[in-house]
């Protein structure tokens, strides 16, 4: 009975000096904020070409077009210039 006790103490105190360990140890240094810069926007709200309701996703090609998906009132997915001249549209 008497090394089950110590076992247990032993066991407690080597959780308890963890513990402490990561209490004590300082965070990490937070890393550089990304400065982005604003370079444009495209569309409005609605349904008609060029327009959003919902959109959930962007995506771009080789070509630099640009994609992105309406799935909820829209039910499509539309593709753009890079300079965001509307192409086409799928759905």
């Known amino acids: 009975m ?3 006790r110590a076992s ?3 066991g ?9 360990a990561l209490l004590a140890t300082p965070p990490p240094a937070p890393a550089e904020e990304e400065e982005y810069v604003y ?10 070409n060029g327009q959003f309701q919902y959109p959930t ?3 771009t090609d080789a ?5 992105v998906v ?12 890079g300079a965001g001249a509307y192409l086409t549209q799928w759905g």
Do not use: E, M
Request: aromatic residues 20%; proline residues 2%; positive net charge.
């Open 39 to 48: 370079l444009t926007q495209w569309g409005s709200f609605g349904t008609g």
């Open 70 to 81: 309406d799935p909820v009132v829209n039910h499509r997915i539309q593709k753009f210039t």
């Open 12 to 20: 407690c105190a080597w959780t308890f000096l963890l513990a402490l």
């Open 57 to 59: 996703g962007v995506a």
């Open 63 to 67: 070509a630099g077009n640009v994609y």
């Open 8 to 10: 247990f103490f032993y």
């Open 2 to 4: 008497h090394k089950a």
